[in-house]
T-cell receptor, first 113, second 112 residues
């Protein structure tokens, strides 16, 4: 079963606006990652935030993590046409001796010109 | 450094046949994971191999199997193909001492 649930499922915004996507998860995690996928191709790693971190930045990306609410958000500032893609959160858990990375179903982001 | 490569990129098979997909990880990456992606189920974890051993397995039937070779290259095999196996199969290698995964472009399998 999926661990992460992204919200919204789809989002359309004007170029230049900010885009915010949310991810909720169910169990304890060691870290949370965000990935981008362009139209049915491989995923590209964007950013990893550890469970003891609250906020992380990378260029136009800002990720927050609230472990008490079991949620994370990805903010893309000053969006561009090239940001059109699906965005997935992936949670990393260390359970017993298994390291598992579980992906959500993604948010489809469409940047309008 | 070369990225993760997957072959073939596209494949059309008939129900009942079997298929083998190949994945070459980034040099130095010893962990290889396989995922199935469909519009309905999203990205689902199949299995992970590390140093030629299956370390983790998802909830897929025994028709789905894999292996890893000493050079870390991995193959996955699906036997007795069903229409529902049509999907994008993604392979990812994991950077050592990290959770960051690097994905290949995928193999698009169509079962008719």
């Amino acid at each position: 079963s999926q661990q992460g649930e992204e919200d919204p499922q789809a989002l359309s915004i004007q170029e230049g606006e900010n885009a915010t996507m949310n991810c909720s998860y169910k169990t304890s995690i060691n870290n949370l990652q965000w990935y981008r996928q362009n139209s049915g191709r491989g995923l590209v790693h964007l950013i990893l935030i550890r469970s003891n971190e609250r906020e992380k930045h990378s260029g136009r990306l800002r990720v927050t993590l609230d472990t008490s609410k079991k949620s994370s958000s990805l903010l893309i500032t000053a969006s561009r046409a090239a940001d059109t893609a699906s965005y997935f959160c992936a949670t990393g858990s260390f359970m017993n001796r298994d390291d598992k990375i579980i992906f959500g179903k993604g948010t489809r982001l469409h940047i309008l010109p | 450094k070369a990225g993760v490569t997957q072959t073939p990129r596209y494949l059309i098979k008939t129900r009942g046949q079997q298929v083998t997909l190949s994945c070459s990880p980034i040099s130095g990456h010893r962990s290889v994971s396989w995922y199935q992606q469909t519009p309905g189920q999203g990205l689902q974890f199949l299995f992970e191999y590390f140093s030629e051993t299956q370390r983790n397995k998802g909830n897929f039937p025994g028709r789905f199997s894999g292996r890893q070779f000493s050079n870390s290259r991995s193959e996955m095999n699906v036997s007795t193909l069903e229409l529902g196996d049509s999907a994008l199969y993604l392979c990812a290698s994991t950077r050592p001492d990290s959770y960051e995964q690097y994905f290949g472009p995928g193999t698009r399998l169509t079962v008719t």
